[in-house]
């Protein structure tokens, strides 16, 4: 049966059984099928952008009901982080140059939609552990929170969001002021699996490093070409990555369409969990060749 079948039937035993079955299994139920869907190998980008909305406003509301659920935390997050980047903050970048006040009302609502991931994200981290953003925030490397390998990826995700959103937000200091915040939990993240999302954790550290006040090129560099190398050339993702977080800013042209034309090379294999991130990402690439002659 189809992913979206299993969750409409999921949804009908809950109108056939409700009655006489515990709600909390029926909600676990949901929860468990919900996190499992995945949008890694959808290709269809407008399929997937009608119905995303539907998705997540489904798997938000059983993360309400049911806020312990890390599965389905870090699926909501990822989720709202997505949605915003590849729709709705990309959007913005296309339409600036014609209409800058709509791009900026875009750009608001990506804001708002990366702030919603990373509560939903640091929500499901402080449930784990009591305190987790308070120690985060110590100025002492001693109190900094411990991370179990499973909550990787959602500390992946509420530094992505984080990111995202302290990117779109240059009005407010208080959220900038909190980009060393993502960057350490970013840190922490990769000291227990620097190989998290084939260099997509990575990759994010190299996109911090570039973008953070003081930060090290050469470690940026680093960073991106370790991602590369973690992703075996199979994602996009890691090599727009560079192109846009250090071949751009260096003034660098030919290896940053260099880097796109990589990314636009790509392949997946049936099936591949990267499917979606690389289409997203080899529009992206089409749309930043079409640009390089504004770029440098």
């Not at 915003?84 to 791009?103: G, L, N, P, S, T």
């Not at 900094?144 to 992946?156: C, K």
Request: glycine share 8%; aromatic share 8%; charged share 25%.
């Amino acid at each position: 049966m189809h992913k979206a079948g299993l969750v409409l039937a999921a949804l009908l035993a809950v109108l056939q059984l409700g009655a006489c079955t515990p709600r909390q299994i029926i909600v676990d139920g949901l929860a468990n099928e919900l996190a499992s869907q995945g949008a890694g190998d959808e290709s269809d980008l407008e399929l997937l952008r009608d119905a995303a909305p539907f998705h997540l406003k489904l798997s938000e509301s059983l993360l309400r009901q049911n806020p312990g659920h890390r599965a389905l935390a870090e699926s909501v997050a990822a989720g709202f982080t997505q949605y915003a980047y590849a729709f709705v903050a990309f959007d913005a970048d296309q339409i600036e140059v014609k209409d800058a006040r709509a791009a900026e009302n875009l750009r608001q609502r990506a804001a708002r939609l990366y702030a919603r991931a990373h509560h939903h994200a640091m929500t499901a981290l402080e449930r784990a552990s009591s305190g987790f953003a308070k120690a985060l925030a110590s100025s002492r490397e001693t109190d900094w929170p411990v991370l179990r390998a499973e909550q990787v990826g959602l500390a992946y995700w509420a530094a992505a969001a984080w990111g995202g959103w302290i990117s779109l937000a240059k009005d407010d200091p208080d959220v900038v002021a909190d980009l060393p915040l993502a960057v350490r939990l970013a840190q922490r993240a990769w000291v227990v699996d620097p190989d998290w999302g084939q260099g997509a954790l990575t990759s994010l550290l190299g996109t911090f490093e570039a973008a953070r006040p003081g930060g090290s090129q050469k470690q940026a560099l680093a960073y991106f070409d370790q991602a590369i190398a973690q992703s075996g050339g199979r994602s996009a993702g890691v090599l727009l990555g560079k192109a846009e977080g250090y071949a751009q800013p260096a003034g660098d042209r030919e290896q940053f369409e260099s880097l796109l034309r990589l990314a636009l090379a790509i392949r997946d294999e049936a099936g591949s969990p990267l499917t979606t991130q690389n289409e997203v990402m080899r529009r992206r690439a089409r749309w930043l060749l079409d640009k390089a002659d504004d770029l440098f």
